[in-house]
Nanobody, 123 residues
Framework: QVQLVESGGSLVQPGGSLRLSCAAS????????IGWFRQAPGKEREGVSCISSSDGNTYYADSVKGRFTISRDNRKNTVYLQMNSLKPENTAVYYC????????????????WGQGTQVTVSS
């Protein structure tokens, strides 16, 4: 059974850090690009970051560049999103998603999705 499971979401103060994990089971991540998306209440799901499978290229939304870092450990079949200098506007449910080979910005391009993990940035 193909599954993606996110973890690491929490309540954190502004300026704090979190590391989200996306663990895959039922398939190997080697051939898949993994994207992180987020959805805040009343807003559409938006792309945050992505890492491609073939060349390891990484992509970031402008709003998180310099603060978030995506990485993958294929031995552990896991992708991480390190989030630093968090802001209240980063509050959302964060999802990871998988698609073959290369990253794409569109939500509809991704084949597998996790259930999401809540990140709340508040004092």
């Amino acid at each position: 059974q193909v599954q993606l499971v996110e973890s690491g979401g929490s309540l954190v103060q502004p300026g704090g850090s979190l590391r989200l994990s996306c663990a895959a089971s039922g398939f190997t991540l080697d051939d898949y690009a993994i994207g992180w998306f987020r959805q805040a209440p009343g807003k559409e799901r938006e792309g945050v970051s992505c890492i491609s499978s073939s060349d390891g290229n990484t992509y970031y939304a402008d709003s998180v560049k310099g603060r978030f870092t995506i990485s993958r450990d294929n031995r552990k079949n896991t992708v991480y999103l390190q989030m630093n200098s968090l802001k209240p506007e980063n509050t959302a449910v964060y999802y990871c998603a998988a698609k073959l080979l290369r990253c794409a910005p569109q939500v509809s391009e991704y084949e597998y999705w996790g259930q999401g993990t809540q990140v709340t940035v508040s004092s």
